[in-house]
């Protein structure tokens, strides 16, 4: 039985698979990112996901072959290490387990945990890749100045759209509609409130906010469809910077895979796919096998030394609502 988690800015998704590849049973906690709330959000949203995954199993913890936490955040401060990486023995009670970023989740996923790059793009963006061994992180920079073509990215420039075209510094577009029935506001400067007051510039909420973002491009908005452009545009350019980290050579195919929840709008993933596609690099664009929770687990057996096989691969691969079943996931 193995473990992954998969952390996020949004929600903390938990899941148990067998070595048959039958996933035993799922579950979401909060978020764990811990850079707004403080560092012992950790531990309590890893206890709560991890006691209601094993409830709905009918396991212990102490079943658990192996576990993989993909944490937000993780390596991003040194000296948070310890901590973090203390966390899942508190919640286990064993120390069958391994903590890295949640970038990790995402690869291992999307590529069934094989040499190539895997791009993220939920409520912040990055990509992680692998060759011969050796990862490589380009990316995840944060919100502040960093994150491009991430969800959060999009909504603070739909929101700066919107107030420009508010004030008439754009002709105002469908952009505009959208956000304020989105919003519910009796007035446009009541955003300032909704933003900054209701929400206290929560990250997760303000990036829910791509989605009003990308109906507006649906609508013909034409400042909207720009910016999820440049989203896919910038998500591009970190898989760029990755394969020459790498150091993949100029005649080797390349496979890149995508997750996040920000590739659910089509104007992102197109310009994203013509962005690799103008590129002189021999880019293998493959759609996600696995969700990244599923490649957390995946890469928990790995690391245990007992890599799932081809049949349970399979197996994995056709389980209700998954990436790889043609099911919405």
Same mark, same amino acid.
């Given at each position: 039985?193995?473990?992954?988690?998969?952390?996020?800015?949004?929600?903390?998704?938990?899941?148990?698979?067998?070595?048959?590849?039958?996933?035993?049973?799922?579950?979401?906690?909060?978020?764990?990112?811990?850079?707004?709330?403080?560092?012992?959000?950790?531990?309590?949203?890893?206890?709560?996901?991890?006691?209601?995954?094993?409830?709905?199993?009918?396991?212990?913890?102490?079943?658990?072959?192996?576990?993989?936490?993909?944490?937000?955040?993780?390596?991003?401060?040194?000296?948070?290490?310890?901590?973090?990486?203390?966390?899942?023995?508190?919640?286990?009670?064993?120390?069958?387990?391994?903590?890295?970023?949640?970038?990790?989740?995402?690869?291992?996923?999307?590529?069934?945990?094989?040499?190539?790059?895997?791009?993220?793009?939920?409520?912040?963006?990055?990509?992680?890749?692998?060759?011969?061994?050796?990862?490589?992180?380009?990316?995840?920079?944060?919100?502040?100045?960093?994150?491009?073509?991430?969800?959060?990215?999009? /909504?603070? %420039?739909? !929101?700066?759209?919107?107030?420009?075209?508010?004030?008439? @510094? =754009?002709?105002? *577009? $469908?952009?505009?509609? &959208?956000?304020?029935?989105?919003?519910?506001?009796?007035?446009?400067?009541?955003?300032?409130?909704?933003?900054?007051?209701?929400?206290?510039?929560?990250?997760?909420?303000?990036?829910?906010?791509?989605?009003?973002?990308?109906?507006?491009?649906?609508?013909?908005?034409?400042?909207?469809?720009?910016?999820?452009?440049? /989203?896919? %545009?910038? !998500?591009?350019?970190?898989?760029?910077?990755?394969?020459? @980290? =790498?150091?993949? *050579? $100029?005649?080797?195919? &390349?496979?890149?895979?995508?997750?996040?929840?920000?590739?659910?709008?089509?104007?992102?993933?197109?310009?994203?796919?013509?962005?690799?596609?103008?590129?002189?690099?021999?880019?293998?664009?493959?759609?996600?096998?696995?969700?990244?929770?599923?490649?957390?687990?995946?890469?928990?057996?790995?690391?245990?030394?007992?890599?799932?096989?081809?049949?349970?691969?399979?197996?994995?691969?056709?389980?209700?609502?998954?990436?790889?079943?043609?099911?919405?996931?």
């Amino acid at each position: 039985m193995f473990l992954g988690v998969d952390g996020g800015g949004t929600k903390t998704a938990f899941c148990l698979v067998d070595r048959s590849g039958q996933v035993m049973a799922q579950a979401q906690a909060a978020s764990s990112y811990y850079f707004s709330y403080g560092i012992d959000l950790v531990e309590r949203v890893l206890k709560e996901g991890v006691d209601a995954v094993c409830a709905a199993a009918g396991l212990t913890p102490a079943d658990i072959e192996y576990a993989f936490f993909g944490l937000p955040g993780y390596g991003e401060a040194a000296g948070d290490l310890p901590v973090l990486n203390a966390a899942p023995r508190a919640v286990l009670g064993h120390d069958r387990y391994a903590c890295n970023n949640d970038m990790v989740c995402g690869w291992a996923g999307s590529l069934g945990a094989v040499d190539g790059i895997n791009v993220i793009s939920g409520t912040g963006s990055m990509t992680y890749g692998e060759r011969l061994g050796r990862g490589v992180r380009i990316g995840g920079w944060g919100e502040l100045f960093g994150d491009e073509g991430s969800a959060y990215w999009i /909504a603070i %420039r739909g !929101l700066n759209a919107f107030s420009r075209m508010s004030d008439g @510094r =754009l002709p105002e *577009g $469908p952009l505009s509609g &959208v956000l304020r029935r989105h919003l519910d506001l009796a007035s446009d400067l009541d955003v300032i409130d909704v933003v900054h007051n209701r929400w206290q510039g929560e990250r997760g909420r303000i990036a829910t906010l791509s989605r009003p973002v990308a109906e507006a491009a649906g609508l013909g908005d034409e400042v909207a469809a720009a910016i999820l452009a440049e /989203a896919g %545009r910038e !998500l591009a350019q970190l898989v760029e910077v990755t394969r020459e @980290r =790498l150091e993949f *050579g $100029p005649d080797e195919t &390349v496979p890149v895979s995508y997750s996040g929840g920000t590739f659910g709008a089509d104007a992102v993933l197109e310009a994203f796919t013509t962005g690799l596609k103008n590129r002189f690099t021999d880019y293998e664009l493959r759609y996600p096998l696995y969700e990244p929770v599923i490649g957390a687990a995946l890469y928990a057996a790995k690391l245990a030394g007992t890599p799932l096989d081809r049949p349970a691969l399979d197996a994995l691969r056709t389980v209700p609502g998954s990436l790889a079943s043609g099911e919405d996931a």
